[in-house]
């Protein structure tokens, strides 16, 4: 039921339409209707669940690296492992994960667009991976005075510059992702420096997917205690994703919930790392309704079929005919 207020603003609802106030102006609009969900729009929507919850764990792995990121990293991330499922190598939608999907469209993520890593940090460069799984990073030659863009008024002859690598593993399957590392290269004011290898010492394991990202940090440096003071900021903290590798021998998929226990891993504990990922929730509730749904259709399909007798002909060869009962 609508009412009027004492400013003429009517609040309520009124049949099929709902009326409110919003800063000082009186909205109308329609009652939500509930809708059968079809199973095409019940797997979409499960996929871009699972893409948002797996992005979220992505950024969250990735804080030491990004330290600010800007206002849509959430939706710029998510919208990536989205397309990253849609142009999947294996897997039915809504019965697949990261696992399946084409790492390459993740590769050049910036965490902060307000200062691209490509255009701050103009430096060559290329990540691979040997047989025995360890990640190495190509940088190529570089000159701090003139491939560096710093921020306005920030002199780079009295300044550190630090160029951080770090690789994480990710098994979304079995919900923990893993820290194997960061290499650092700390440049002191103007300086150049030649092409090198940098290679991490911790393999990737078989059933892990892999990110590896590269930032940039700059310092100011305080002589009278040699202390160095982090500039960075959220206009300027440049940072992405430069490598990708997909797993070569993943999980198999939960199919129950999962509950990841560092003991689980001997060895590894002190690096392995819970998520807080739904997307094994979200399939396994998938599945349950599409078990439902077909199970529902089946029914009706018995239901709605005609019953059957049998009769015996002339012959003694026995037939079927259709006998179709009426209501009375």
């Known amino acids: 039921m609508a009412r009027i207020d004492n400013k003429g603003m009517v609040h309520g609802t009124a049949g099929s339409?709902?009326?409110?106030?919003?800063?000082?102006?009186?909205?109308i609009q329609g009652k939500a209707k509930k809708f059968k969900q079809t199973e095409k729009t019940i797997r979409s929507a499960?996929?871009?669940?699972?893409?948002?919850?797996?992005?979220?764990?992505?950024?969250?792995?990735?804080?030491?690296?990004?330290?600010?990121?800007?206002?849509?990293?959430?939706?710029?991330?998510?919208?990536?492992?989205?397309?990253?499922l849609l142009n999947?190598?294996?897997?039915?939608?809504?019965?697949?994960?990261?696992?399946?999907?084409?790492?390459?469209?993740?590769?050049?993520?910036?965490?902060?667009?307000?200062?691209?890593?490509h255009e701050v940090l103009q430096i060559s460069h290329s990540v691979s991976k040997s047989l025995e799984g360890l990640v190495s990073v190509t940088l190529g030659p570089l000159n701090t005075k003139t491939d560096i863009k710093r921020p306005k008024n920030a002199s780079g002859a009295y300044m550190k510059h630090r160029i951080r690598l770090?690789?994480?593993?990710f098994n979304f399957r079995e919900e923990y992702y893993e820290n194997l590392g960061f290499q650092d290269v700390d440049l002191e004011g103007y300086q150049t420096i030649e092409e090198q290898v940098i290679t991490f010492t911790e393999t990737v394991p078989e059933d892990c997917l892999a990110l590896v990202s590269m930032s940039l940090m700059l310092y100011s440096t305080v002589s009278q205690t040699n202390e160095s003071i982090l500039?960075?900021?959220?206009?300027?903290?440049?940072?992405?994703?430069?490598g990708v590798f997909q797993s070569e021998k993943p999980s198999d998929y939960p199919t129950k919930e999962f509950i990841t226990l560092p003991s689980h891993y001997p060895g590894r504990?002190?690096?392995?790392?819970?998520?807080?990922?739904?997307?094994?929730?979200?399939?396994?509730g998938l599945a349950n309704k599409t078990t439902k749904q077909t199970v529902e259709l089946n029914i009706k399909s018995v239901l709605s079929t005609p019953k059957i007798k049998e009769k015996e002909t002339n012959a003694g060869i026995s037939l079927k005919?259709?006998?179709?009962?009426?209501?009375?």
């Open 166 to 169: 770090i690789l994480v593993a």
């Open 269 to 284: 504990e002190e690096k392995i790392k819970g998520m807080f990922y739904k997307g094994n929730l979200l399939m396994l």
């Open 88 to 117: 999947n190598v294996t897997g039915e939608k809504g019965k697949r994960d990261l696992h399946d999907g084409n790492l390459s469209l993740l590769q050049g993520l910036d965490f902060n667009t307000n200062s691209k890593l």
């Open 46 to 84: 499960t996929e871009f669940g699972l893409s948002s919850s797996a992005a979220a764990v992505i950024r969250e792995a990735f804080k030491p690296a990004y330290f600010f990121k800007d206002g849509t990293a959430a939706y710029r991330s998510t919208q990536l492992v989205y397309r990253s």
């Open 231 to 242: 500039l960075n900021s959220a206009a300027f903290s440049p940072c992405a994703i430069i």
């Open 321 to 328: 005919e259709r006998v179709y009962f009426r209501k009375q």
């Open 17 to 27: 339409v709902i009326y409110r106030e919003y800063r000082g102006k009186n909205i």
